[in-house]
């Protein structure tokens, strides 16, 4: 699992979720899952009673070890800001601090430096309003240098506690509805705008899925092709946003009940198609999006984004065609340069062809879905291209003269 989610690249693993605030899964207490392991209090959430040993600290140490930062989401249902700027010392104080004297007695003397702090999952209304300020002062007075989330946002969410926060986090769990994904973006962006206008505040949607809590079909799709064509739309819509949106958590990274892209029993693992496609988005995408022209009908297939690297050697262009036939579309890249070359590919379809949209992964056959790498001649920078149906292409064109 370690090598599995170190090649996905990721840059933030959140803790965070239902268990968090949610009473049906009891009242977390997060000085209840550090420490020794064996005198932890049991924790309840998605499929009854958790294993003790995966506390917060080992959730901190996995995602050091797979090259993220992670990102604590606080309970805030019936505490005080006093115990969330605690839980910000125990990880973050120097050990003749309280906590952190309690962090170092516990095995670990240097601190962890966690750098992202979100304040509640999922909450909203007066109440959150109210109390979130001073959750924020008092986590800030802990330690200064981290950067703060809210949950969802809102107009008093930023007009009580904007001077403090970095981001506001909306949840998206109806990704393949890419246009109302879109316009609750766009929405959030111009309430940032109104008000909080003189204070750089960015959003992370730190939970997103085509489905959240969905049971029956809809939830067992997300092993599909399907799905992970659905999820590489929302990944093309976070490039076409990416001014306003730096941070995105996928729900969920393992298991979950379908859910994570990587499934496991007591011994192996496999890999499910969403896993291939982000791989293919996190290894391929430079770090500026492009605007893209075209003159054909507005959102029709393909769906599309365009990146270029850092160092501007390279253009990288994602397709995706959801349709149950090939589309041929012609490509110009005469705005990164005049010859023609080698262009390399990498297609991400069903291996059977089978042409259907619910094909999945499984033990037996973890690779039915996967990457497959070619290399495509083009004559000139203008060529026109076949994207093979239920597909996800990606096309590296090199910059040149």
């Not at 115990?83 to 095995?107: C, H, I, S, W």
């Not at 949950?151 to 393949?176: F, I, N």
């Not at 111009?190 to 949607?205: F, G, M």
């Not at 730190?206 to 659905?230: F, I, P, Q, S, V």
């Amino acid at each position: 699992v370690v090598e599995a989610v170190k090649a996905l690249k990721p840059g933030v693993i959140r803790f965070g979720g239902s268990a968090l605030e949610d009473p049906a899964f009891g009242d977390f207490e997060w000085k209840n899952v550090i420490g020794d392991p064996d005198k932890r209090k049991p924790l309840r959430a998605w499929g009854g009673l958790q294993p003790a040993g995966p506390g917060l600290e080992e959730i901190v140490q996995f995602c050091r070890l797979v090259g993220a930062e992670p990102l604590i989401c606080v309970r805030f249902t019936n505490r005080k800001p006093e115990d969330a700027a605690e839980e910000v010392q125990y990880f973050n104080g120097a050990a003749d601090t309280p906590m952190g004297e309690l962090r170092a007695k516990n095995g670990h003397a240097a601190p962890y430096h966690v750098k992202f702090w979100q304040v509640g999952n999922e909450r909203s209304g007066g109440g959150y309003e109210a109390g979130l300020p001073a959750f924020c002062k008092a986590m800030k007075e802990a330690d200064p240098s981290i950067t703060l989330l809210s949950s969802y946002p809102s107009e008093g969410v930023l007009r009580g506690a904007g001077d403090r926060l970095d981001y506001v986090c909306p949840h998206q769990y109806d990704c393949a509805n890419l246009a109302a994904c879109e316009r609750e973006l766009d929405a959030t962006r111009e309430l940032i705008r109104k008000a909080k206008p003189d204070h750089p505040i960015k959003v992370a949607v730190t939970e997103w899925n085509t489905t959240g809590g969905d049971w029956g079909t809809g939830r067992a799709k997300l092993w599909t092709l399907e799905n992970a064509l659905a999820c590489s739309r929302y990944h093309n819509l976070l490039h076409r946003e990416a001014d306003l949106v730096e941070i995105a958590n996928r729900s969920n990274l393992t298991n979950s009940f379908c859910s994570g892209i990587i499934q496991t029993d007591n011994r192996r693992l496999y890999k499910t198609p969403t896993y291939y496609a982000q791989q293919l988005y996190t290894t391929h995408a430079g770090t500026r999006p492009l605007k893209i022209e075209s003159t054909g009908p507005a959102r029709t297939a393909p769906d599309v984004s365009a990146t270029r690297s850092e160092d501007g050697s390279e253009v990288v262009l994602f397709a995706v065609n959801p349709t149950l036939d090939d589309i041929v579309r012609p490509l110009d890249f005469s705005a990164f340069g005049d010859r023609g070359q080698d262009a390399a590919v990498w297609t991400l379809a069903d291996r059977n062809r089978a042409g259907e949209p619910d094909v999945t992964n499984s033990f037996a056959d973890p690779e039915r879905i996967a990457p497959a790498a070619s290399t495509f001649r083009a004559e000139g920078p203008r060529f026109d291209y076949r994207f093979p149906a239920l597909s996800l292409t990606v096309l590296r064109w090199k910059v040149g003269p």
